[in-house]
């Protein structure tokens, strides 16, 4: 419920909630401003339901944003996972990239983590879970299917790097948190060792009051780095938003 309160204040006016009918009066509250949309009444094809793993959902959800995107011919659709803070309006600060790629951040060159994804249309969706392993988790795939497709990039988690090309491939303004900025400062001070880029070594996360908003910096030397975004783990959104 942060993160949809999040999303309002930042001025959205297209959020899609893709859930179990029986919790829709679970978003009572936010009922007016929300599209829900039923996941039980979309299509299935590689028969998730039932299953219950953690890693099986992971997988299942890519599966279902695509029938819905397919269904309801939603495009430019911007994926975030329910312990994700935005703190800029999709719509005015996102730079809708012109490849038609889905675009992802990277914590490694091999690994993904799915926080916060753009997605230009079901085609390219589809096209990229052709090559899904079911044999691999969700943070595994899209590295593989990049090589295979080249209709995947990088969302920047870094300021651009020689030393670190890839995860930091694409900067312009904004780096992107995969898991390790919301790490740092949602669970005190943990560092994610598998990320290639440790902040706690590259300089201070910061907050700044802009327009109503306290917003996180990546402050290097004399360089505020705006982060687009955190990824929460510790679930307590609220402390942050």
Partial sequence: MTNIAQLLRLGHIEIYVLTNKHLFPEFEPFAPFLKLVDVEKLDDPFNFKGKSTFHCDTSARFFVIHS?????GVKDVIHIENDVLLYYNVNEEFIYCKDKK??????????????????????????ILEHYDFGKNDMCNFSEIRKRTGLIQNLPIFVSDPLRPFVTNGFQKYIFDAAAIGQLVGMRGFVNETCVIKYKD?????WKLIDGFTKPFLR?????????????????????S
């Fill in 68 to 72: 819905f995107m397919f269904k309801y």
């Fill in 102 to 127: 889905l675009h992802i951040p990277f914590e490694t060159d091999e690994r993904n983590i799915a926080s916060i994804v753009y997605i230009p249309d079901s085609n390219i969706l589809g096209q």
């Fill in 202 to 206: 590259e300089g201070d996360i910061i």
């Fill in 220 to 240: 290097m030397k004399e360089v505020d780095v705006p982060i687009f975004n955190l990824h929460i783990h510790c679930k307590n959104l609220a402390s942050f």
